[in-house]
């Protein structure tokens, strides 16, 4: 398996705290992403980075912002948690070899009450 | 604007039999062609996946055939299996840089005995 890293697996917090979500790889890839997914949507892409300091918008990105200050770590955070953004996160990554498979963790089940 | 139809949403199939899943798309800038399962409390693994310069590539009970002019993708599992039973999806590449996935739906496959 990937080394990919999820931290927490699961949290549950209430309305307007804000929420870091963490993705650790050992893999040194250059591409690292933030998927949700939810019933009868598929995943959905957050965000993703190609690099350090190097961040892009997905298309479900409102509400959400991210960090990547090593390779190894890309940071979620939902500054103002609200109850639609209830959800399993997903980090994956990837290496930046044209048509290289993107690798998943095991998600973080995320619950905002 | 959905990128990426699945279908069926759902399927059940009998030990040994033969499971189907398609996948239709209209961004014709889709050059990887990628299927991945998930099981329950797990990311997405990928499974098997095709260039659009061939029209078939087969890995064990798994097939996938590609219709570049239909705009479609299928998933073929030979002989499923209970440990065939699993969410599947299609994830089309963009050419564009990032590696980015677009996700289909998702069907839910149950192999019964």
């Known amino acids: 398996d990937a080394g990919i890293t999820q931290s927490p697996r699961h949290k549950v917090t209430e309305t307007g705290t804000p929420v870091t979500l963490r993705c650790h790889q050992t893999?040194?890839?250059?591409?690292m992403y933030w998927y949700r997914q939810d019933p009868g949507h598929g995943l959905r892409l957050i965000h993703y980075?190609?690099?350090?300091?190097?961040?892009d918008k997905g298309e479900v990105s409102d509400g959400y912002s991210v960090s990547r200050s090593k390779t190894e770590d890309f940071l979620l955070t939902l500054e103002s948690a609200t109850s639609s953004q209830t959800s399993v996160y997903f980090c994956?990554?990837?290496?930046?070899?044209?048509?290289?498979?993107?690798?998943f963790g095991d998600g973080t089940r995320l619950s905002i009450l | 604007q959905q990128q990426v139809k699945q279908s069926p949403q759902s399927l059940i199939v009998q030990k040994g039999g033969i499971s189907i899943i398609n996948c239709a798309y209209e961004?014709?800038?889709?050059?990887?062609f990628p299927w991945y399962q998930q099981f329950p409390g797990k990311g997405p693994a990928l499974l098997i996946a095709?260039?659009?310069?061939?029209s078939e590539k087969k890995e064990g009970r798994f097939t996938i055939s590609f219709n570049k002019s239909a705009k479609q993708f299928s998933l073929h599992i030979m002989d499923s299996q209970p440990g065939d039973s699993a969410t599947y999806f299609c994830?089309?590449?963009?050419?564009?840089?990032?590696?980015?996935?677009?996700f289909g739906t998702g069907t839910q496959l149950k192999v019964e005995l």
């Open positions: 994956a990554i990837s290496s930046d070899s044209v048509g290289q498979p993107q690798h």
């Open positions: 893999e040194n890839h250059r591409y």
């Open positions: 980075s190609y690099g350090v300091k190097d961040t």
């Open positions: 961004n014709t800038a889709f050059d990887y």
């Open positions: 095709i260039r659009p310069d061939v």
């Open positions: 994830a089309p590449k963009g050419a564009g840089g990032g590696n980015k996935l677009t």
